[in-house]
């Protein structure tokens, strides 16, 4: 079955710590996104790539980064840069010029 | 610029209830418009899209009509179900795949 896949599903990480969040597709889209959903906000963009080895910045950038060295993965590192990491990720997919996103499942990562 | 504003919850309803969430956005050029929606712990998921003035989306008895001349795309379903207990997103992609969502509105229905 074609889809997108998050892992893990929870993740807990010390303060201070870098962590990297994977997010793989099996659909062919050449375009990814990252987005970072927390209550009562929506879904707000932090990353997003339509081809490999080229990304943008979203809204939320700043202490985030992301690679794109295959098209079917784009993973996402918090870093210690990130004040509040504690959010709900969640990772999308889309053929460039079309309109629907696919998503996965997402991470919830809690940060002590 | 590019907004959508989408109606704040949480909304409570019966079963068997009519439901809707209103939308309403800004937009550059001529936008795609969508309603994802959200259960618990996961992502989300497309419930229904329209790409064009007047265009009518459903899906699973849901409906949302594009109305250009008052901006907006409201979700409406005739007869809620426990099951359809969710978060409920609307969101526009003008063209160039960037999408904007709502804040999201929780809906819980009691049997």
């Known amino acids: 079955d074609g889809g997108i896949t998050q892992s893990p599903k929870y993740l807990f990480r010390k303060e201070g710590q870098n962590v990297t969040l994977s997010c793989e597709q099996n659909?062919?889209?050449?375009?990814m996104y990252w987005y970072r959903q927390d209550p009562g906000q929506g879904l707000r963009l932090i990353y997003y790539s339509q081809i490999v080895n080229d990304f943008q910045k979203g809204d939320i950038a700043e202490g985030y980064s992301v690679s794109r060295e295959k098209k079917e993965s784009f993973p996402l590192t918090v870093t210690s840069a990130q004040k509040n990491p504690t959010a709900f990720y969640l990772c999308?997919?889309?053929?460039?010029?079309?309109?629907?996103?696919?998503f996965g499942p997402g991470t919830r990562l809690t940060v002590l | 610029g590019n907004s959508v504003t989408q109606m704040e919850g949480p909304v409570t309803l019966s079963e068997e209830a009519f439901l809707t969430i209103n939308c309403t956005y800004t937009a550059t050029g001529y936008p795609s418009l969508f309603w994802y929606v959200q259960y618990p712990g996961e992502g989300l998921q497309l419930l229904l899209k329209a790409t064009k003035a007047d265009d009518k989306g459903s899906n699973k008895g849901f409906e949302a009509t594009y109305r250009k001349e008052t901006t907006s795309f409201h979700l409406e379903k005739g007869s809620v179900q426990v099951s359809d207990s969710a978060v409920y997103f609307c969101a526009l992609s003008p063209p160039g795949n960037q999408f904007y969502f709502g804040t999201g509105t929780s809906l819980t229905v009691i049997p």
């Open positions: 659909l062919n889209h050449d375009a």
């Open positions: 999308a997919s889309s053929i460039v010029g079309g309109n629907e996103q696919f």
